[in-house]
């Protein structure tokens, strides 16, 4: 049985979480929209302007002395290179692979030739040596 205490305990616990769940979630969901208009400010940038008088796209930085991307653009391009790197690295795999199965291939070849031939070469001194045999 639980003690009145232990009890108490639990619940102002169950209380003091209960408050802070819709906290964390609207803080993530305010993040969440924060990226998602980032990253469509960096679409929107990308894109070719239709007039010359076109607003700076919002994704630079406020300073017109330092027009880097922001954080969403710069994660953007992260990715994309991560994406290509890894790609690289599947087909340089998939070759090296390739590669070593043909390398793999072919010496197990020699090895089945040279053993078939030691094996004829052996058939034949046994099969000589029977035929010495019966001949005295």
């Known amino acids: 049985m639980k003690s009145p205490r232990h009890l108490g305990l639990v619940a102002a616990t169950t209380i003091a979480l209960a408050g802070l769940l819709p906290a964390a979630h609207a803080q993530d969901t305010t993040r969440e929209q924060r990226m998602d208009q980032a990253l469509q400010n960096y679409r929107g940038a990308n894109t070719a302007p239709a ?13 017109p002395r330092n027009p880097q ?40 070849g020699e090895a089945v030739g040279n053993g078939m031939e030691r094996s004829g ?6 099969g000589e040596k029977l035929k010495d045999k019966s001949a005295s």
Not at 51 to 63: G, H, K, M
Not at 86 to 108: P, S
Not at 121 to 126: D, L, N
């Open 69 to 108: 991307p922001g954080p969403a653009a710069r994660a953007e391009q992260n990715i994309k290179e991560g994406a290509h790197n890894a790609g690289a690295a599947v087909k340089r795999g998939a070759r090296r692979t390739g590669e070593a199965i043909k390398h793999g291939a072919e010496r197990t």
């Open 51 to 63: 007039t010359r008088d076109a607003p700076a796209p919002a994704y630079r930085s406020a300073d």
């Open 121 to 126: 070469a052996a058939i034949r001194r046994g």
